[in-house]
């Protein structure tokens, strides 16, 4: 009899979870709390307590073939940079494939996920679900992936900003923000300068009268493309810059970061120049021309507030402020779990690999996508649930309980969510049996290992070998490109002729020859 796996969420990472759990002999009982999958990406015009929210107008920041799953590209039409509709017919595409959708309760609720009397020996958990109709009702299983995702609970830290309460107009969360109708000629402060805020803040630089970006730390800001117009995450992202990189030293390759990222719009000059080098990096294109124009303007932190004024940092006063967005991120616990759970003396989860609790007796429960990261989340979440769902089957093992403390010690000391894309791919790909041999590749097939070596880190890698192979990944990394190309070439524009080509190469020299020998001669 098949094990019974309860996956909480039927966002990105709950519809690869329900995948994975088939893949491996294993029953998905998926439980939504709302009447639809996508999680994070699904728009509403009204936030829903506990639940994702964005605004309209979001775009991912990575680029289609970076952030697919690794078994199913996206549509060869569809953009590089995918709107939020986009990805949920991308979504929707995927659950049709591979039928999920009839694994997946919708409207209901997890409200307690407990380990059995007897967990030491079953591995099992009750959990706890309320319907639409607010029946109650307890299940059994023999593992939980924990798919709810890290953006559902706003932190507005009011208590950090003085007088904030004498504050006349409207003060919320991005969490709540959907559109900037509602602060059309106003003056607005935008706290905070991660992806969201500032998204939001150019936004609003259309709409208000004045827009100001406070940051306490700045931040490193890069469009999503880069030389030739191509996506900066397929340019940036591979095994030969991260081999590259690892062998500099970090103080150098801050450096040489800074360096770079000044050859574009000097930071320090639009006040964006971080207080250290390795500061987070923002993606947005259309930041430092907001600046460059006046309808945004950068400013440290808020000192305090005094009614509709507000003083910074530096002393500066701007009034007459109609609103306040704060960007301050999110809190990543989760009230259904066992409060064991959270071993940290700060009550956060402490995790292995970012997955597994190491107090557990019996590894049976995996939290997914709680990750930060400077590439897509997407594949790094399908790679979390393809090893999650073999320990729960069995077919793979958890190292001792010292062993994984020692590595979530060394994990914490790092970033508390942060990872580094490439090199924890690779570790979990590892733990699956996936990662690609490059050496191999490059003897035996040398057209994919040149391509996976030298070009863009794409999840179709993860699935050359092993366990999960699927047959169409090395197709899918040779026209990768051509699937970039795909919805840019809508007008045609013919070739120039070979003969023409080569007509003006050879005529170039001598016409350059006449005319310097014109101007020497009109000189003299």
């Given at each position: ?258 360096r770079s990222l000044n050859q574009r719009h000097d930071h320090k000059l639009y006040g964006l120049q971080p207080v250290i080098l390795d500061q987070r990096v923002v993606i947005n ?226 016409l350059s020859f006449w005319i310097a020998l014109f101007c020497v001669c009109t000189l003299t």
């Open positions: 009899m098949a094990k019974r796996v309860a996956v909480i969420g039927a966002g990105s990472s709950g519809l690869t979870s329900i995948k994975c759990c088939l893949d491996e002999g294993l029953e998905p009982v998926c439980f939504e709390s709302s009447d639809d999958i996508g999680g994070l990406w699904k728009f509403k015009e009204q936030p829903e307590a506990d639940r994702c929210s964005i605004y309209r107008s979001v775009i991912v920041n990575t680029s289609k073939e970076m952030m697919c799953y690794s078994d199913f590209p996206m549509p060869d039409h569809f953009p590089n940079f995918v709107n939020n509709s986009t990805i949920m017919q991308y979504f929707r595409l995927y659950a049709e494939h591979f039928s999920l959708l009839k694994h997946i309760h919708f409207q209901t609720t997890v409200r307690s996920v407990r380990q059995r009397p007897d967990f030491s020996n079953s591995g099992q958990w009750e959990v706890v679900t309320v319907d639409r109709d607010g029946r109650e009702e307890t299940h059994v299983f023999d593992g939980v992936l924990v798919c709810a995702g890290h953006f559902t609970q706003p932190i507005k830290p009011l208590s950090d900003f003085p007088g904030i309460d004498t504050l006349p107009g409207t003060i919320i969360h991005s969490w709540e923000y959907k559109n900037p109708d509602p602060y059309l000629g106003k003056r607005v402060v935008v706290v905070g300068i991660g992806n969201s805020g500032g998204d939001i803040a150019v936004e609003l630089s259309r709409a208000c009268e004045k827009t100001f970006l406070s940051t306490r730390k700045g931040a490193w800001v890069i469009g999503r493309v880069v030389d030739r117009g191509l996506p900066l995450d397929m340019i940036m992202m591979t095994r030969a810059r991260d081999l590259f990189y690892w062998l500099l030293p970090r103080a150098l390759l801050n450096l040489i970061w800074e294109d259309d930041l430092p021309g907001r600046i460059l124009l006046g309808e945004l303007v950068m400013k440290p932190n808020v000192q305090r507030f005094q009614g509709s004024t507000v003083v910074f940092d530096d002393g500066t006063v701007e009034e007459k402020i109609d609103a306040v967005i704060l960007c301050t991120g999110y809190d990543y616990r989760f009230p259904f779990l066992p409060t064991s759970l959270s071993s940290g003396s700060d009550g956060d989860l402490k995790l292995y690999r970012r997955i597994f609790p190491p107090s557990l007796e019996r590894p049976t429960l995996a939290i997914l996508g709680l990750i930060q990261t400077k590439g897509p989340i997407m594949p790094a979440a399908e790679l979390q649930a393809r090893w999650a769902t073999r320990v729960i089957a069995g077919l793979n093992h958890l190292p001792p309980t010292e062993n994984m403390d020692k590595t979530i010690e060394k994990d914490v000391r790092l970033a508390a969510l942060q990872v580094d894309h490439i090199p924890y791919l690779d570790a979990i790909a590892k733990e699956v049996g996936v990662c690609p041999n490059i050496a191999w590749l490059l003897l035996r097939d040398p057209a994919v290992g040149f391509r996976v070596f030298f070009g863009p880190c794409s999840p179709y890698q993860f699935r050359l070998n092993g366990p999960g192979h699927w047959s169409g990944a090395r197709q899918a990394i040779l026209t990768q490109w051509d699937r970039v190309a795909k919805p840019m070439k809508t007008r045609p524009i013919p070739e120039p002729s070979s003969f023409s080509l080569f007509f003006w190469l050879g005529l170039y020299p001598i």
